[in-house]
């Protein structure tokens, strides 16, 4: 009650500082629902006048948390469908855009089946990580907690903090949607430890129909040299938006044009 009382209180005074130009003032809010209050006052049917949680705010702030939770960075959040440039592309990067399109619009009907994930692979430089990237961005924006794993970096991060290790496996293994980013990059064979570690993500994900984003330029046959119980497991989650792009350097890679 004390709690609801000071928010009553902040309230009034707000409202009594205010002049001609609380229009002005009022765009400097962020929810002009609530004046930034989280909540207000709304009178009940007994006459009582009772808190209400902000519905705008409680969704936005609830996206917002996500996206810093994601470890996405800024410049990263800004990759979208309608920022990924078609024009003159080869028809299988087409091909991978509707796969990534199609998969985020289905995304909620495909939830909680074996068939869930994304796999864009192959050549790099043909928009494999945009992709995905508008993929996350979008379910991110959906409410839909994420967590974006940069192979290279992400392993060389694990590897010096082995005594959060198990915690941030757990975090890999659990949260609604990882996306893993450049998979099997960084070594002509992968480490012990990060087959290990791949598998355990992968496995317990694969048996709790958790879905995954990956993007990577091995394709299904070359993960197998790897580790193929991985691989495989993979390719099942992603059969349904498994996209493969292989072929002329010059013609995929949008950085050499």
């Known amino acids: 009650m004390e709690e609801l009382r000071q928010r009553i209180q902040r309230i009034q005074l707000q409202e009594a500082n205010s002049d001609g130009s ?51 960075t800024d410049e990263f959040k800004t990759k979208s469908f309608g920022a990924f440039d078609l024009e003159d592309r080869p028809e299988i990067v087409k091909t991978a855009y509707e796969a990534a399109y199609d998969y985020a619009k289905w995304f909620h009907e495909n939830k909680g089946k074996r068939r869930n994930s994304l796999a864009l692979l192959g050549n790099p430089g043909c928009g494999k990580t945009h992709l995905c990237m508008a993929v996350a961005n979008h379910l991110m924006r959906k409410g839909v907690p994420l967590i974006y794993f ?42 012990e430890f990060q087959i290990e570690q791949a598998f355990a993500i992968i496995n317990y994900r694969y048996l709790n129909n958790l879905p995954i984003l990956v993007s990577s330029e091995f394709d299904i046959d070359a993960m197998c040299e790897f580790d193929e119980a991985t691989a495989t497991r993979i390719f099942e989650m992603s059969k349904d938006h498994c ?15």
């Open 22 to 72: 609380s229009q002005e003032h009022a765009k400097s809010y962020r929810c002009l629902t609530c004046k930034d209050q989280m909540g207000y006052l709304v009178k009940g049917e007994d006459g009582l006048e009772y808190w209400r949680e902000c519905e705008h705010c409680g969704s936005s702030r609830k996206t917002e948390r996500i996206m810093k939770q994601s470890r996405i």
């Open 243 to 257: 996209v493969v792009v292989h072929g002329d350097r010059k013609q995929l890679n949008y950085r050499l044009a």
């Open 150 to 191: 940069p192979w290279v970096e992400g392993f060389a991060e694990l590897r010096n903090n082995l005594d959060e290790l198990e915690t941030r496996i757990g975090l890999m293994q659990r949260i609604d949607v990882l996306y893993i980013d450049d998979m099997w990059k960084g070594r002509k064979t992968p480490t």
